[in-house]
């Protein structure tokens, strides 16, 4: 009865900061977001000569309010050609890579951030990883039916994670399509029972010093996780695609002699100082950010509003 008292007080914390900073953010106009839809039809979207199929995105990401009628956000510094071929939601990860890395794609399911890489000549190799054949197999048959030369240097592993690496082979490390928890448990170990974290190497002790994350849920726990393990986030970028937002963030390790100024409030740290800055200077973004906000404002009272309903049965 106590805990289930001090997490709903924590809920109610949570939700009297979003207010807050959505207040900041420009008000409440605008309908609330609607539940997450299930089952869309994949969309066709060409990249490189090749038709592709889009995997059926399920409770991925944020749902805009189904009134929304503008147009798909960019976001960010996103590179007009990656957008093309990939799209908002891969191509502002793609934009974030660095030119000349050496780039590891973890749960790369068709391959097409990787293709879009090597063939832009952004990346100097690629390792596509993915702990489930089947999504292998298809990066397998995207690379045949390209026959680049320009993709000589992607490689293709079978894997969980960083599993699939060997020390120093990578400088850089792309997540997405899963939620905040799971990315952190790649990067850092997952955590047992007993709240210790695996033995496992984290993701700095294979010499990655960059990372481009997008998170489908739980955002802020791979905030605090990122700066607890010594990384410091550089960049969150907010963008949308057919109706979904998505956010972006982008880390760099820090050694114990180059640590930023890694304090962050509370209740920025439930959404983010960069997107706050971005969403001060891009009314597009700002509209993003509110939509999102309404989002979680739902979604912890329903958390909450459950926590009291079943106290009230005990």
Not at 151 to 161: P, S, V
Not at 184 to 211: K, N, P, T
Not at 276 to 304: D, G, T, V, Y
Request: overall charge neutral; proline content about 3%.
């Amino acid at each position: 009865m106590e805990l289930r008292s001090d997490t709903s007080a924590r809920l109610s914390f949570f939700m009297l900061t979003l207010s807050t900073v959505i207040l900041e953010c420009g008000g409440f106009s605008g309908p609330i977001v609607n539940s997450f839809p299930y089952g869309r039809k994949p969309a066709q979207v060409p990249l490189g000569g090749v038709r592709r199929q889009a995997a059926v995105r399920v409770q991925m990401s944020w749902r805009l309010p189904k009134g929304y009628r503008r147009e798909d956000v960019a976001g960010g510094d996103m590179d007009p050609s990656f957008a093309s071929i990939l799209g908002n939601r891969l191509g502002i990860i793609a934009s974030l890579v660095n030119n000349g890395s050496c780039v590891l794609d973890v749960g790369t399911d068709h391959g097409y951030l990787p293709i879009a890489l090597m063939k832009s000549g952004k990346a100097l190799k690629v390792i596509a990883s993915d702990k489930n054949i089947l999504p292998l197999d298809n990066a397998r048959q995207s690379l045949e039916r390209i026959n680049d030369e320009a993709l000589e240097q992607l490689e293709l592993r079978l894997g969980d994670g960083l599993a699939v690496l060997s020390c120093g082979e990578v400088d850089t490390v792309t997540v997405s399509g899963v939620g905040g928890k799971v990315i952190s448990e790649i990067l850092f170990g997952a955590e047992g029972d007993a709240g210790e974290v695996s033995e496992r190497r984290r993701v700095q002790d294979y010499g990655v010093r960059r990372v481009v994350l997008q998170p489908t849920g739980s955002i802020s726990t791979l905030r605090k996780d990122l700066l607890m393990n010594g990384w410091e986030i550089v960049d969150e970028i907010i963008n949308s695609e057919a109706g979904w937002i998505y956010i972006t963030m982008v880390a760099e390790w820090r050694t114990n002699e180059n640590q930023g100024e890694n304090n962050i409030s509370a209740e920025r740290m439930l959404v983010g100082p960069h997107l706050l800055r971005r969403a001060s200077n891009s009314a597009a973004e700002k509209i993003l950010l509110r939509e999102w906000i309404k989002h979680q404002l739902r979604h912890f009272k329903s958390r909450r509003d459950g926590m009291r309903m079943s106290s009230e049965d005990v």
